[in-house]
C-alpha cells in the first residue's frame, strides 16, 4: 500500500486515460469535472439519487452523537434549509453541465438500483461516494464489485476516522475494511490529508494496478510503502495551529 502525499486530484492523475469510469455519488459534479478533464474517460456513468431524507442520514434521531443534535440540518451548509430543493438544483446543474459530454451518462437512481443497472464487469474504475454511513457504504462496494472488470479499481472518498466522524456518522472506513477481508481486496494506494481517497483492487498485480503505480513512480510525488496490516489502524488526530486552524495528521 502506498502512502501517497498528495491529494486525490494527484491520485487520478496516475490513472491511465479512456478508461470507463463510474462515480456513485455525484453532488455538484465537481470532481466529476476534474474526472473528466484529467482521466479523458471513454464512459463515465454519474449516478446520484439527487434528494434528500433524513432518515438515511441518522438511524437513531435519539443518539445525540449520531446527528441527533442536528436535527435535520444536517450538513446543512451543503444542502441548506431546504435540501430536496438544493437537490434538484444540483441535478439540474449536473445535466447542463455535461450536456455536450457524449461519454457522460447521468442515472439518477438510488446508489443501488443505479449500480444495478450497469453492465456487469464492465468498469475500469468505480468511485463510491455516496452515503457515508458503514451499511450503506459496504452494500454500494458490494454491487459495484460486480461491475468491475478483472483487474478493476474501486476507489473510496472519505477513508477517515477521528474528530468530526461522529457528526456525520462516518462510516467508510469500517466499510472498507470489512470489505476488503470478506472479498480479499488489496490496498493499493490512498491519498494524504483527512478525508482521504483509497484505491483497493482484487487484482493488485492487474494491468490497470501496474499501469497506476508506474505513473506514481514516474511522477513527482512523495510517496511511501507501508504495510496493509497498518491500514485499518489508521486514525486521524486534530492539532490546532497558532492562527486557530487546525492540521490533521494520521497516526499509524
Ligand atoms: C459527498 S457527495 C458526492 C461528492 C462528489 N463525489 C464530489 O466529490 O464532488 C454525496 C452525494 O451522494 C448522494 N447520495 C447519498 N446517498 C445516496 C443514495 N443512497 N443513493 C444515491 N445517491 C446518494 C447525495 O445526493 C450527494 O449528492
Same mark, same amino acid.
Given at each position: ?29 465537481? /470532481?466529476?469535472?476534474?474526472? $473528466? &478533464?484529467?482521466?479523458?474517460?471513454? !464512459? @463515465?456513468? *454519474?449516478? #446520484? ?73 464492465? /468498469?475500469?474504475?468505480?468511485? $463510491? &461516494?455516496?452515503?457515508?454511513?458503514? !451499511? @450503506?457504504? *459496504?452494500? #454500494? ?88 496490516? *497498518? ?22
Amino acid at each position: 500500500m502506498f502512502f501517497v502525499v498528495g491529494d486525490r486530484d494527484r491520485l487520478i492523475e496516475q490513472y491511465p486515460r479512456n478508461q470507463v469510469w463510474a462515480e456513485i455519488g455525484v453532488y455538484r459534479g465537481d /470532481f466529476s469535472q476534474k474526472v $473528466v &478533464d484529467i482521466c479523458k474517460p471513454a !464512459e @463515465y456513468y *454519474l449516478i #446520484d439519487n439527487w434528494t434528500f431524507e433524513i432518515k438515511d442520514h441518522n438511524p437513531f434521531p435519539d443518539e445525540a452523537e449520531n446527528f441527533g443534535g442536528f436535527s435535520s440540518k444536517i450538513h446543512w451548509q451543503h444542502f441548506g434549509d431546504d435540501p430536496v430543493a438544493t437537490q434538484e438544483h444540483n441535478y439540474q446543474h449536473v445535466t447542463s453541465r455535461f450536456a455536450k459530454n457524449a461519454e457522460v451518462k447521468i442515472v439518477r437512481a438510488n446508489s443501488i438500483d443505479g449500480i444495478k443497472s450497469l453492465p456487469d464487469r464492465h /468498469f475500469d474504475i468505480m468511485y $463510491v &461516494d455516496a452515503n457515508h454511513q458503514y !451499511e @450503506y457504504v *459496504l452494500r #454500494d462496494m458490494m454491487e459495484a464489485r460486480t461491475k468491475l472488470k478483472p483487474g478493476g479499481i474501486m476507489q473510496m472518498n472519505d477513508f477517515y476516522e477521528g474528530p468530526g466522524g461522529a457528526d456525520q456518522n462516518l462510516g467508510v472506513m469500517g466499510a472498507v475494511n470489512t470489505f476488503v477481508k470478506r472479498y480479499d481486496f488489496h490496498y493499493i494506494a490512498m491519498s494524504f490529508g483527512a478525508y482521504s481517497d483509497v484505491i483497493l483492487a482484487e487484482d493488485p498485480t492487474s494491468p490497470l494496478v501496474m499501469q497506476f503505480l508506474e505513473n506514481l513512480n514516474n511522477s513527482n510525488l512523495t510517496f511511501f510503502g507501508m504495510s496493509e496490516a *497498518l491500514v485499518p489502524n489508521i486514525r486521524y488526530k486534530a492539532y490546532r495551529k497558532k492562527d486557530g486552524s487546525e492540521r490533521y495528521l494520521p497516526m499509524f
